[in-house]
């Protein structure tokens, strides 16, 4: 996963504790006629004007910024919902701008590998930023200039890149403008009610890096994740509830919605891991005696790398170390929920080594089928795991690499919800 991103800072959501306003160095350069940046005057208007702006308000916000950015333009891109495309967020003085493809492009490169790259291009050069908050990817920041820069310009860019990308969080949250930007399809109705409840993708500590995905994302019926860090204590869950179809998947997506809500209810009071399982047992059970769902709860402490296990009829999860899995999590240790009064849980330990990945993930990976109807199996979601972090790739993009496998072996038509969520622990 190649945790942490070497040349880029994990904290970007935060300005650095360095000075980052060289005035001295910057009064200079004017004099003597080179190209100078007033990063402190860029922020102070971007805090001056983000409290009461609107989402469509942000791209004209950055082209204002472009002039004390010697620039001509500084654009946002945010990632879709399914992260093929990088979409322009465009206003009234940006330059046109088309959506541009991950794969195969500069700015696609720079949202994977979460590095810099800058580039000619016919309005001079293009410097690709990635656009995160923490380490959660949103997108990419282009900032077209005429010529190059030295490095502490392009360290000043990645503080704006950051504060835009804490903006775009924030004021997404009072509108619809970013939301509809993202979708490249309709949202069907349990999409939208399973989508609005889940976490950031990823996450990330000093000791621990959590990232997961879910598709198909605009139809996706009963398949959630959560996660929470307190303290020491990681929390990982994920759920599959049993429906599909119009009504099956709405079922489904409702089932899903309460055991989230009561799994974050009883980590919220502390239960242990044996009275979270009872705990959303007993709520699904009182609102469907007749639905079921199928999870992985477990725990993670930080400090010790000890992993604990419950799985309700679940998937069993993969431990991978240096390029090949060293354990198949045993599964099931429970019952499905709805049946949690029938059997009491187990719960495995496991105990990792610094840099081990576990992997959970649903049904629908590894159930997945292709044309010819060969299924994507154990075996080959293994594989492409393995490759993807031989290549020493970020959390995130390892995920959204396995999952896109998954859905070009199925021709993008899945038959049932397909979710990873995937822990290295970094000791």
């Known amino acids: 996963m190649g945790e942490p991103v070497p040349g880029h800072r994990t904290e970007s959501a935060h300005l650095p504790a360095r000075p980052a306003i060289r005035t001295d160095a910057r009064a200079g350069d004017a004099e003597n006629g080179r190209r100078t940046v007033d990063l402190a005057e ?16 942000l791209p004209n916000l950055m082209m204002r910024l472009a002039p004390l950015l010697d620039a001509s333009a ?45 580039v000619p291009d016919a309005d001079g050069v293009s410097r690709w930023i990635p656009l995160l908050d923490g380490t959660e990817r949103l997108g990419v920041l282009e900032v077209v200039s005429t010529g190059g820069h030295d490095e502490a ?21 009072y509108g619809d403008t970013l939301e509809l ?11 939208e009610l399973l989508r609005a409840q ?81 705990h959303i047992d007993s709520a699904v059970r009182a609102h469907d005696r007749a639905g079921m769902i199928t999870a992985v709860l477990a ?11 419950i799985s309700a009829g679940h998937p069993s999860g993969l431990v991978l170390r240096g390029g090949r899995v060293v354990r198949v999590l045993p599964t099931p240790t429970a019952l499905p929920m709805t049946l949690g009064d029938l059997q009491p849980p187990q719960v495995v330990e496991e105990d990792l080594q610094p840099g081990d990945d576990v992997l959970f993930y649903t049904d629908g990976i590894v159930e997945a089928r292709s044309a010819d109807g060969e299924p994507f199996g154990v075996d080959r979601l293994v594989d492409f795991a393995v490759r993807a972090l031989a290549d020493g790739l970020p959390a995130p993009e390892t995920t959204r690499r396995l999952v896109h496998a998954i859905l070009d072996h199925q021709n993008d038509e899945l038959a049932d919800d397909a979710t990873l969520l995937m822990a290295r622990w970094l000791g």
Not at 45 to 52: D, E, T
Request: charge should be positive; hydrophobic fraction near 40%; charged fraction near 20%.
């Open 198 to 278: 889940l976490p950031p993708l990823t996450f990330s500590t000093e000791r621990l890096v959590i990232s997961g995905l879910l598709e198909p994302c605009y139809q996706v019926g009963g398949d959630a994740f959560d996660y929470s860090v307190n303290g020491d204590l990681a929390h990982l869950a994920l759920f599959d509830a049993v429906g599909h179809g119009s009504q099956g998947g709405l079922r489904a997506a409702v089932l899903a919605s309460i055991a989230l809500a009561a799994y974050r209810n009883a980590r919220r009071g502390a239960l242990p891991l044996v009275g979270t399982y009872h």
């Open 74 to 118: 500084v654009l946002l891109y945010l990632v879709d919902h399914q992260q093929r495309w990088l979409v322009p967020l465009s206003g009234t003085l940006s330059p046109s701008r088309q959506p541009v493809p991950i794969s195969g492009t500069v700015a696609g490169r720079t949202f994977s590998t979460l590095t810099d790259h800058e």
């Open 42 to 57: 860029a922020l102070r208007q971007v805090l001056h004007v983000s409290h009461r702006a609107r989402p469509e308000d």
């Open 299 to 309: 725990e993670l402490d930080q400090g010790t790398g000890r992993l604990r296990v």
């Open 153 to 173: 310009h392009h360290d000043d860019l990645r503080v704006l890149a950051a504060l835009m990308a804490e903006l775009t969080v924030t004021r997404g949250l």
């Open 181 to 191: 930007l993202r979708r490249r399809a309709p949202m069907q109705l349990p999409a």
